[in-house]
């Protein structure tokens, strides 16, 4: 059974920098495409990031793109969130997710396991 914890979450102001951590248990962590969403209060989760299995491709919703990374430590079970550049808009509870093999995708109802969430404000 594959379990997430995510850790990082935190309060910033505008302009910092944050990095969550998404560490995972239960299986060969080279065989699962992993995936960052937020949720504001009151609305449906929103995909931030994704990165396959194979670490071949990487997708990024265009709200995020050059300012947030994605990416991985296979040796270590983590996936990581890098966030720079905060803006009060990226407030949120942001989720790690995981889904067997497959592509990267925007949809919740693809990825199978699902973490807690942190909290993570940004001040103006």
């Known amino acids: 059974q594959v379990q997430l914890v995510e850790s990082g979450g935190g309060l910033v102001k505008t302009g910092d920098s944050l990095r969550l951590s998404c560490h995972q248990s239960?299986?060969?962590?080279?065989?699962?495409?992993m995936a960052w969403f937020r949720q504001y209060p009151g609305k449906e989760r929103e995909f931030v990031a994704a990165?396959?299995?194979?670490?071949?491709?990487?997708e990024y919703a265009d709200s995020v793109k050059g300012r947030f990374a994605i990416f991985r430590h296979n040796a270590e079970n983590t996936a990581f969130l890098q966030m720079n550049n905060l803006q009060p808009n990226d407030t949120a509870v942001y989720y790690c997710?995981?889904?067997?093999?497959?592509?990267?995708?925007?949809?919740?109802?693809?990825?199978?396991?699902w973490g807690q969430g942190t909290q993570v404000t940004v001040s103006s």
């Open positions: 997710a995981a889904r067997i093999f497959g592509t990267t995708t925007v949809l919740p109802s693809d990825y199978s396991y």
């Open positions: 239960g299986r060969t962590f080279s065989t699962l495409t």
């Open positions: 990165n396959d299995w194979r670490e071949v491709d990487t």
